[in-house]
């Protein structure tokens, strides 16, 4: 039998916009400090001491190798296995996965996941012109049916909106409400790269990126790190943390499909993976989606989010406007989606997204979670997806339930 994981210490660092934050000596605020700080609070939350932790697993998408390394050095230097991890907008969730791994199968006692990334301001870019790009058999499907604009993610997500809107119906004012939605959650999580409420018709009227989307519905590039450890039963019981600890009670990560190229924009940003990964959650925790009360989602579009309600079967394909309109997916619906702000608005700094993710979730779990708490919160759900590509849902209730 498998081993029951939990997660007992999670830390964040702010959300900052690339380049402005500093260090109290004048200096430019680095991964290193950036680890520092999000490494530090999940052991202090955890009450444990780093010399206890067995392995690390730490993600970054843009940055030189053995980067992980130099990072957890920042919290000690004890010579435990790291391992770096590169799975694009999913990397802070497969560093979690593979962390959680290690413990599942009697590997270790306790490990840490840790995410940071440090950008450059304005849209992703590739950093190499001499190989073959891991997405250009995505990019030339999606050349041959949708209207190409670059940059990429933008095309590729605003086209998949599209393709919804023509299918089902959906409008313009669907995807806009989902960005007034989460930037209106943020304006409560102080670690959130934009804290300001928009109304709906300042979301309509943005700068329109890729029609339907506008700037406002598109997360931004960013600084920042999130930490998360895991722990075994034993080790939970040993240092006496049941009462914060949360269970992960199921996880999973597909891959590409090949109906990711059946000729639909949607399985080209990752539809099915997404469908096939939360099919596999449902199934290990025996929970639905009608079981979770919270959800933080990879809303790296305001189209990303409408597509995942259906995803992860929050609604019957093709409904997803629906329950917008219906407010299902805020406070006072059937679910809170992206209490945090979501990346549209907290921010989306590669590698620490999905880390940034559990430790939304826990906080909320344990009743946490401050002006952003959801009432009644039993089980709550996490899904992140990196194109090229790899999508990871996690599920996750409370130890002492």
Not at 182 to 199: C, I
Request: aromatic share 8%; charged share 20%.
């Amino acid at each position: 039998m498998p081993e029951r994981v939990f997660v007992i210490g999670v830390g964040m660092t702010k959300f900052e916009k690339p380049g402005r934050r500093k260090n109290e000596d004048g200096s430019q605020w680095d991964y290193p400090d950036m680890a520092r700080e999000s490494g530090t609070k999940a052991l202090a939350d955890a009450g444990i001491d780093y010399r206890e932790v067995e392995q690390g697993y730490v993600g970054y998408v843009y940055g030189e190798s053995t980067s992980g390394q130099r990072a957890l050095y920042e919290l000690g230097m004890t010579g435990i296995p790291v391992v770096n991890v590169n799975n694009n907008c999913s990397t802070g969730s497969t560093a979690l996965y593979l962390a959680a791994q290690a413990i599942r199968g009697g590997l270790a006692h306790c490990t840490m996941a840790l995410g940071f990334e440090k950008m450059q301001p304005g849209s992703l870019e590739s950093k190499w012109d001499d190989r073959e790009q891991p997405m250009a058999r995505q990019l030339m499907a999606l050349a041959e049916i949708s209207e190409v604009l670059f940059p990429p993610a933008p095309w590729m997500f605003g086209a998949a909106g599209r393709e919804h809107m023509q299918q089902y119906g959906s409008t313009a004012e669907h995807f806009a409400k989902i960005g007034y939605k989460n930037h209106k959650h943020s304006v409560n999580n102080p670690y959130a790269q934009f804290q300001d409420e928009y109304t709906l018709d300042d979301i309509l009227n943005a700068r329109t990126v890729y029609s339907p989307l506008t700037k406002l519905q598109c997360s931004p590039t960013s600084d920042g790190s999130g930490a998360a450890i895991l722990a075994s039963e034993s080790f939970v019981d040993q240092h006496g943390l049941a009462a914060q600890a949360v269970e992960i009670v199921g996880q999973a990560m597909t891959t590409d499909y090949q109906t990711s190229f059946d000729g639909s924009c949607k399985n080209l940003i990752g539809y099915d993976m997404n469908v096939q990964a939360a099919r596999k959650v449902y199934d290990q925790a025996g929970l639905g989606p009608e079981d979770f009360q919270v959800i933080e989602l990879h809303d790296c579009f305001s189209a990303n989010e409408l597509l995942l309600y259906e995803a992860l079967g929050l609604c019957p394909e093709g409904d997803a406007g629906k329950l917008i309109d219906a407010g299902d997916t805020t406070y006072g619906g059937k679910w809170v989606v992206n209490p945090s702000g979501g990346l549209i608005s907290k921010g989306h700094p590669l590698g620490a997204t999905g880390l940034a993710q559990c430790s939304e979730l826990t906080w909320q779990l344990r009743g946490q979670a401050d002006k952003r708490q959801v009432n009644g919160v039993t089980a709550a759900l996490q899904h992140n997806i990196g194109l090229g590509g790899a999508a990871v849902v996690t599920a996750y209730q409370r130890a002492d339930r």
